[in-house]
Nanobody, 119 residues
Framework: QVQLVESGGGLVQPGGSLRLSCAASGFTFSIYAMRWYRQAPGKERELVAELSASGSTNYEDSVKGRFTISRDNAKKTVYLQMNSLKPEDTAVYYC?????????????WGQGTQVTVSS
């Protein structure tokens, strides 16, 4: 059974930091690209950060220099270190596993974790 379980969300003041974790099980973690998405109230879900199986990264412009995605294949866990948080970072953050295969894709989602940046 495939599972992605996020943790680490919460309430933080502007300028603060949080580290999100996503623990994976039920699939071959190391061969999947891992992504963090977020969805703020009334907005569409957006890709925040991506880390490929080979180690390349990609970030949404507004988080470049502030967020860092990393993975530990031995622990089957992906992380999102978020620094210098802003109120506009407030959203539900979702972990995503993605892999292209012949004829389609395999894609899995976590349940999300709330991040609120407020004084």
């Amino acid at each position: 059974q495939v599972q992605l379980v996020e943790s680490g969300g919460g309430l933080v003041q502007p300028g603060g930091s949080l580290r999100l974790s996503c623990a994976a099980s039920g699939f071959t973690f190391s061969i999947y690209a891992m992504r963090w998405y977020r969805q703020a109230p009334g907005k569409e879900r957006e890709l925040v950060a991506e880390l490929s199986a080979s180690g390349s990264t990609n970030y949404e412009d507004s988080v470049k220099g502030r967020f860092t995605i990393s993975r530990d294949n031995a622990k089957k866990t992906v992380y999102l270190q978020m620094n210098s948080l802003k109120p506009e970072d407030t959203a539900v953050y979702y972990c995503n596993a993605f892999r292209r295969r012949y004829g389609g894709v395999n894609e899995y989602w976590g349940q999300g974790t709330q991040v609120t940046v407020s004084s």
